[in-house]
């Protein structure tokens, strides 16, 4: 266990489940990794592969678990993903994007929870713990798609075949990123799962406010004049201006985006409906098959939860959107 255990112990998860493997993107020597981590579900199976970070986020503290959803903060050289292997795969695998307001993660209802759900589907699951942005907006992207290169790089031998994303709340923002904003063939997802997802960055009256902040910058530091000039000023108002539309998904699909499957309540306050909406126009005005549902219940941040444990969706409900994933899930085998 971490340097940090004592912190971590006090939000142990409701599995027993544990990564196959864990896998540190940017660190080089695996006892040290996972000192520094804060965070009780962790493989005995360590691989660093100690690639370069091409962008820092600024963080100078270590990473800290917070809360019994698995919330990790500032998590920056530690980056990793958990690998789970099902007993028979079915040739299918999902890297989970959880979610968190891009300045958590939230990796036990919107990861752990989730991988034991696919697991028991044959479905072979990454679930990141992905650096967090702190204002630089390449980062969380950059993460991802290391991750897809690798997990790429395995299919034979793990026995994949297609490779999905998935993503709740931010992490939605992160997975649908993924899915319009990748650089190749093998950083394109195969398909993609949205739970209630920030899409939209420049629609103001349906922007999540919070995770825009986190992601590129808050509104304050955009409009701070200090030390420049009139031209400066201009040029640092179009940028802001560029990456609120460039981070705005519905903006980046076309016709070679992945098949989505979204799912939200219709009550949710806090990441508006409209945002799952505009991405799900595009979709269907690209011809890119995809499904939305909208609950009448469900709020926000339902995510996912062991049977038998206390639930934030009525078991109605749960049963209706897990059976829908699940038949849609076969529909992409």
Known sequence: ??????????????????????????????????????????????????????????????ECMQGDLGQIREINGTSRFDLYFPENPNGQMVVICPGGGYWV?????????VAEWLLKRGITVAVAKHRMPNGHWTVPLDDIQLIFRYCRAHVAEWGVKKIGVMGFSAGGHLAASA???????ITRPDFSILYYPVITFDKEE?????????????????ASRRGMTADEYIARQKAY????????????????????????????????????????????ENGVRSELHIFEQGSHGFCFFPEGKPDFLPADVRRAINGSLERWLKQME
């Open 206 to 222: 349906y922007v999540e406010h919070g995770s825009r902040a986190c992601l590129i910058g808050s509104e304050e530091y955009w």
């Open 241 to 284: 201006a560029f990456l609120k539309e460039h981070y705005s998904l519905e903006n980046r699909v076309n016709a070679n985006t992945p098949p989505a499957f979204i799912v939200l309540g219709e009550n949710d306050h806090t990441v508006l409906p409209m945002n799952s909406i505009l991405y799900y126009q595009k979709l269907l």
């Open 1 to 62: 266990m971490g340097a940090f255990a004592a912190s971590a112990q006090k939000y142990v998860p409701w599995t027993d489940l544990m990564p196959d493997k864990t896998v540190f993107l940017y660190a080089n020597d695996a006892q040290a990794a996972v000192a520094a981590i804060d965070d009780p579900v962790v493989s005995k199976n360590v691989e660093c592969l100690g690639l370069a970070i091409k962008e820092e986020c600024g963080f100078t503290n270590p």
């Open 105 to 113: 993660v939230c990796t036990y209802g919107e990861g752990l929870y």
């Open 179 to 185: 899915s319009t904003l990748y650089v190749d063939d």
